[in-house]
């Protein structure tokens, strides 16, 4: 009987660790993938991300500056359909998607969504697409069959016959007033929309290899029942992430909007016990001609105000480190002092489970 309970209690201890989706039916990379990320809180894994070669490819530029490339690869999602016409960007992110898996990397794939409304972009507020995307609004039949194709492009990231586990991003920074499906005062109809969008894909479309990343924007104004207002639910979240920039001549990620809005993501992680990550950072202008800013700036407040951390995610282009830079230097030092996580330094069986590449 003693070692029943021993068991047992081995038993839940693992259940808690594990987001409430994994439970739900998703692929065993999948949650093996999500019990990693829970686990690794003492040395973040390093991410760069990539916007269908309209600007840089930001892994290619930090294996430029310190000859690695970094364990988290972001990549644009790009519809096929009737407004977003990107057919070939589509095609390299699948080919980059399945690429940096194979090779032991963590992917995420982030979907800033055009107006269903108007046919402009994300920053197109226009026509109320948030209500027209809902139930009952004039733009929901096109909506649906624009997750229609989401889910075919995602059940179609096999490799080996396995899916390859995403960290799905939808939605970004909704506690901002720039996208279409943001709302600075409200977090109402997102939430609304959040849960159905989920629910689609998972229960009407099956898709089995999301870990779902729910992300706000940094806010001088944090609070915890202030971002709670856009929070969906724990059977809706699987990583807790917060997006932020400094653009100032003389850029400062220790600033209060970072550090008060990190204390308010942080303590929601806890309370579900969800894995943290900066899921955007960057800075700029100027940023690319400070000496100091990536080991002396960055990496100082990682380990001072910002701990607890999965993973952080450098944007590319203006935003992150470019080869050549004065910026450069500081960006490798911060990399070799071995606090970050890059490719290679943890292997996909790991992260994936044993079956990894098979």
Same mark, same amino acid.
């Given at each position: 009987?003693?070692?029943?309970?021993?068991? &047992?209690?081995?038993?839940?201890?693992?259940?808690?660790? *594990?987001?409430?989706?994994? @439970? %739900? #039916?998703?692929?065993?990379?999948? /949650?093996?993938?999500?019990?990693?990320?829970?686990?690794?809180?003492?040395?973040?894994?390093?991410?760069?991300?990539?916007?269908?070669?309209?600007?840089?490819?930001?892994?290619?530029?930090?294996?430029?500056?310190?000859?690695?490339?970094?364990?988290?690869?972001?990549?644009?999602?790009?519809?096929?359909?009737?407004?977003?016409?990107? &057919?070939?960007?589509?095609?390299?992110?699948?080919?980059? *998607?399945?690429?940096?898996? @194979? %090779? #032991?990397?963590?992917?995420?794939? /982030?979907?800033?969504?055009?107006?269903?409304?108007?046919?402009?972009?994300?920053?197109?507020?226009?026509?109320?697409?948030?209500?027209?995307?809902?139930?009952?609004?004039?733009?929901?039949?096109?909506?649906?069959?624009?997750?229609?194709?989401?889910?075919?492009?995602?059940?179609?990231?096999?490799?080996?016959?396995k899916n390859v586990p995403v960290l799905f991003r939808p939605f970004h920074e909704m506690n901002g007033g720039w996208f279409w499906w943001g709302n600075a005062k409200s977090g109402e109809q997102l939430v609304s929309l959040w849960q159905f969008c989920h629910d689609y894909l998972v229960r009407e479309k099956g898709v089995r290899n999301l870990l779902w990343v729910w992300s706000p924007n940094i806010d001088k104004t944090a609070s915890v029942a202030r971002f709670m207002g856009y929070w969906p639910g724990p059977k809706y979240v699987d990583v807790v992430g917060l997006d932020g920039y400094d653009n100032t001549p003389v850029p400062n990620i220790a600033n209060e909007s970072f550090v008060r809005s990190f204390k308010v993501v942080s303590e929601i992680a806890s309370r579900f016990s969800l894995p943290l990550a900066f899921t955007e950072i960057g800075a700029r202008p100027g940023a690319q001609e400070l000496v100091d800013f990536w080991d002396a700036g960055v990496l100082t407040a990682l380990r001072k105000d910002f701990q607890g951390l999965s993973y952080i995610l450098v944007w590319n282009a203006e935003w992150g480190p470019k080869d050549g830079t004065p910026a450069a230097a500081g960006f490798r030092r911060m990399v070799e002092s071995g606090y970050l996580l890059r490719l290679k330094d943890v292997s996909g069986v790991q992260i994936y489970g044993p079956g990894f590449g098979r």
């Open positions: 009987m003693k070692k029943f309970f021993v068991f &047992l209690a081995h038993v839940l201890a693992f259940l808690v660790l *594990l987001p409430t989706n994994a @439970l %739900a #039916g998703n692929t065993e990379e999948t /949650v093996a993938l999500s019990h990693w990320l829970l686990k690794n809180r003492e040395r973040p894994a390093l991410g760069a991300q990539w916007n269908g070669g309209v600007k840089t490819i930001g892994w290619d530029d930090q294996a430029r500056i310190t000859g690695k490339e970094p364990l988290v690869f972001g990549v644009e999602y790009y519809d096929y359909g009737s407004i977003e016409k990107n &057919l070939v960007g589509r095609e390299t992110g699948v080919k980059y *998607l399945k690429e940096k898996y @194979l %090779a #032991g990397g963590i992917v995420t794939l /982030v979907d800033h969504m055009p107006n269903f409304v108007t046919g402009g972009n994300s920053w197109d507020r226009n026509g109320d697409p948030l209500t027209a995307v809902l139930p009952g609004g004039v733009a929901h039949t096109e909506f649906v069959a624009y997750l229609d194709r989401l889910a075919s492009y995602l059940k179609s990231l096999t490799v080996n016959g």
